[in-house]
């Protein structure tokens, strides 16, 4: 197994993850808020489940494992594993999950690629995507960016909101500046 990301770079990943998927709801509150054919559904979720659209299964079930990872970072779920040094190489194992706080596991069994306790490090079955906090890191928020993204273009297009991004470009200083969609290219 390969060492997880550095500190900085779980900071920064975690941090990503959550705006992207704060940014995600907002987009789709605003659009749904400003079509006053769509229902209001307290969740975001909840009301891409009642689209009924069978051209949304895919993004459905990303979304599902992107908002589980959510989940594990801003409800800020224990895990705990051990470590193994042979030598200056480490490997960890025993991974589970500390129920202290939640009291179940939830759709852990349906979400998770291993049984737990694993003597792997778990992840999402569908995208692989890292669920222990201090294990996420570029790789987690690149394909959190490429849900997201699919999502809001695939929802638009089949007319269930209208998506116009209000900040097409992102600008770095007095140099750099290019569309925000393609952010992805940075963290390849």
């Given at each position: 197994?390969?060492p997880?990301?550095s500190?900085?770079?779980?900071?920064y990943?975690?941090?990503?993850i959550t705006?992207l998927v704060?940014?995600?709801e907002?987009w789709?509150?605003r659009?749904?808020f400003f079509?006053?054919?769509?229902?209001?559904?307290k969740?975001?979720?909840?009301?891409i489940?009642g689209l009924?659209?069978s051209n949304l299964?895919?993004?459905?079930?990303?979304?599902?494992e992107?908002y589980?990872l959510?989940?594990?970072i801003c409800?800020?779920?224990?895990w705990?594993?051990?470590?193994?040094?042979?030598g200056d190489?480490?490997?960890?194992i025993?991974f589970d999950f500390?129920?202290v706080w939640?009291?179940?596991?939830?759709n852990?069994?349906?979400?998770?690629d291993c049984t737990?306790?694993?003597?792997?490090l778990?992840?999402t079955?569908?995208?692989?995507?890292?669920?222990?906090?201090?294990?996420?890191?570029?790789?987690?928020v690149?394909?959190v960016?490429?849900v997201?993204k699919r999502?809001?273009?695939?929802?638009d297009?089949k007319g269930?909101?209208s998506?116009v991004?209000?900040?097409p470009?992102?600008?770095?200083?007095?140099k750099?500046s290019?569309?925000?969609?393609?952010?992805e290219n940075?963290?390849t």
């Open positions: 197994m390969t997880p990301p500190q900085s770079e779980v900071d990943s975690i941090n990503l705006m704060l940014n995600f907002s789709i509150s659009a749904r079509q006053s054919t769509s229902k209001l559904d969740y975001v979720t909840g009301w489940n009924n659209d299964i895919e993004i459905k079930e990303s979304l599902e992107v589980f959510r989940d594990a409800h800020n779920h224990i705990t594993y051990n470590q193994i040094w042979e190489k480490v490997s960890y025993n500390n129920l939640q009291g179940t596991k939830g852990f069994d349906k979400l998770l737990l306790p694993s003597p792997r778990p992840r079955r569908k995208m692989r995507l890292n669920i222990v906090p201090c294990f996420i890191g570029r790789q987690d690149l394909i960016f490429k997201v999502a809001l273009f695939l929802l297009s269930h909101l998506f991004s209000k900040s470009n992102v600008q770095f200083g007095d750099l290019f569309p925000f969609w393609d952010l940075i963290l």
